[in-house]
T-cell receptor, first 115, second 112 residues
């Protein structure tokens, strides 16, 4: 595709429900980053993949958060037993190199609301 | 102390004026510095990056970096109402797999 595609664009979850957020990176991009952006804040790093390897998951806020990229392309961010504090926009970015650089692009994000 | 700090604003300037956005960072090992623009409800888009001390100009935008003072700024000349957005400063360290650490963003409003 032409850009980074995220789905769903909007998700409303009841507290305690599990959710899965999908990211389709730009074709050929080796790196994939997940960020969480709370209302009125800047994006905060969650995790990073280079191809299928998850090289950094230091930003995941708890063990309820899990991310995978099994074939080095599409990635899924899963949140178990959602809590109200998980409400945020989840942004995915992909890059053709091993770093966020000038050729990296963000997807439109998934807005998660936990009620 | 946050790793990357910005004045959240809002910063309001008249059309045609210069808007000055500032950012400080705490990690002296930081190597690359980015400015993103984010319109309400949209994703961040890269508008400027800078690696070396000094100024870098691109059209109406000038990024300034002072590593000794751990300070980076963005100047927008001849501000237009379409420049109204949140401006995010992002910093890239040398040992963090290339992830970016963002500030909280400065809201800029350019009024006609």
């Amino acid at each position: 595709g032409a850009g980074v595609s995220q789905s769903p664009r909007y998700k409303v979850a009841k507290r305690g429900q599990d959710v899965a957020l999908r990211c389709d990176p730009i074709s050929g991009h080796v790196s994939l980053f997940w960020y969480q952006q709370a209302l009125g804040q800047g994006p905060e790093f969650l995790t990073y993949f280079q191809n299928e390897a998850q090289l950094d998951k230091s930003g995941l806020p708890s063990d309820r958060f899990f991310a995978e990229r099994p074939e080095g392309s599409v990635s899924t961010l899963k949140i178990q037993r959602t809590q109200q504090e998980d409400s945020a926009v989840y942004l995915c970015a992909s890059s053709p190199t091993g770093r966020m650089n000038t050729e990296a692009f963000f997807g439109q994000g998934t807005r998660l609301t936990v009620v | 102390q946050k790793e990357v700090e910005q004045n959240s604003g809002p910063l309001s300037v008249p059309e045609g004026a210069i808007a000055s956005l500032n950012c400080t960072y705490s990690d002296r090992g930081s190597q690359s510095f980015f400015w993103y623009r984010q319109y309400s409800g949209k994703s961040p888009e890269l508008i400027m990056f800078i690696y070396s001390n000094g100024d870098k100009e691109d059209g109406r935008f000038t990024a300034q970096l002072n590593k000794a003072s751990q300070y980076v700024s963005l100047l927008i000349r001849d501000s237009q109402p379409s420049d109204s957005a949140t401006y995010l400063c992002a910093v890239q360290g040398g040992t963090s797999y290339g992830k970016l650490t963002f500030g909280q963003g400065t809201i800029l409003t350019v009024h006609p």
